[in-house]
T-cell receptor, first 112, second 115 residues
Framework: KQEVTQIPAALSVPEGENLVLNCSFT??????LQWFRQDPGKGLTSLLL?????REQTSGRLNASLDKSSGRSTLYIAASQPGDSATYLC???????????FGSGTQLTVLP | GAGVSQSPSNKVTEKGKDVELRCDPI?????LYWYRQRLGQGLEFLIY????????KSGLPSDRFSAERTGESVSTLTIQRTQQEDSAVYLC?????????????FGPGTRLTVT
C-alpha cells in the first residue's frame, strides 16, 4: 500500500526566506507526482506536476524535484511571501486510474 | 474557462438521511474522481470514472456510498443512511485523458456535516 509522508507538518518562516518542503513515498511505481496548495475552506490548487520520467518542474518561484528511485520529492519556494501561507499537499498518482494518494500536508505560515 | 464546480458548498443532514452531492467537471475532461477529506486526515480516493468504462469503485468505504456519471459530464455521489463518520469535505477532480499528463484539477468541495 502506498504511503505518502510530508515533513515538516508545520513551518513558520519570515517573509523573504527560501524554504523546502519534503515529501516521501513508499512505492516508487508511480505515474506522476503533484504538488497542491490548499487555503482554509477552499479546494486544492495544482501548483506543479512532475511525470515519473522527469526530474523537476519549475513555475515562477516554485521548483519541484522528483527522485523516484529513493521515493522523494521536494518543493522549493524562493523568496517567500505572506500570500504563500497555506497548506501544501504532495500526492502521487498510480494505478490504471492514476488516482492520487495524498500526504497529510505541510502547513506553511510566512510572517510579514 | 470554467473550472470544476460542486454543489452544494455546504450540507447539514441528520443521521440516517440520504444525501446527493454534485460535481460538474471541466468541459472536455473525460476522467472524473471523487475524494474525501475528513477532519485532521488526508484526502482519500473514493471512485474514478473514465468515459464510458466501468468505474473504479475501489475506494468506496461501504455499500452506502455510490456514484453515477452521465457520459462525460455531471457526476453525483450519493450517501445513503448517513452516519456521523461520513462528515467530511467531499472533493471532485477532473482530468483530460488519455495520452495527457493526468493532471487533476479540483473543485471547491462540499462540506458535509452529519448531526
Amino acid at each position: 500500500k502506498q504511503e505518502v509522508t510530508q515533513i515538516p507538518a508545520a513551518l513558520s518562516v519570515p517573509e523573504g526566506e527560501n524554504l523546502v518542503l519534503n515529501c516521501s513515498f513508499t512505492d516508487s511505481a508511480i505515474y506522476n507526482l503533484q504538488w497542491f496548495r490548499q487555503d482554509p475552506g477552499k479546494g486544492l490548487t495544482s501548483l506543479l506536476l512532475i511525470q515519473s520520467s522527469q526530474r523537476e518542474q519549475t513555475s515562477g518561484r516554485l521548483n519541484a524535484s522528483l527522485d523516484k528511485s529513493s521515493g522523494r520529492s521536494t518543493l522549493y519556494i524562493a523568496a517567500s511571501q505572506p500570500g504563500d501561507s497555506a497548506t501544501y499537499l504532495c500526492a502521487v498518482g498510480r494505478g490504471s486510474a492514476r488516482q492520487l494518494t495524498f500526504g497529510s500536508g505541510t502547513q506553511l505560515t510566512v510572517l510579514p | 474557462g470554467a473550472g470544476v464546480s460542486q454543489s452544494p458548498s455546504n450540507k447539514v443532514t441528520e443521521k440516517g438521511k440520504d444525501v446527493e452531492l454534485r460535481c460538474d467537471p471541466i468541459s472536455g475532461h473525460t476522467a472524473l474522481y471523487w475524494y474525501r477529506q475528513r477532519l485532521g486526515q488526508g484526502l482519500e480516493f473514493l471512485i474514478y470514472f473514465q468515459g464510458n468504462s466501468a468505474p473504479d469503485k475501489s475506494g468506496l468505504p461501504s455499500d452506502r456510498f455510490s456514484a453515477e456519471r452521465t457520459g462525460e459530464s455531471v457526476s453525483t455521489l450519493t450517501i445513503q443512511r448517513t452516519q456521523q463518520e461520513d462528515s467530511a469535505v467531499y472533493l471532485c477532480a477532473s482530468s483530460s485523458q488519455p495520452g495527457a499528463s493526468y493532471e487533476q484539477y479540483f473543485g471547491p468541495g462540499t462540506r458535509l456535516t452529519v448531526t
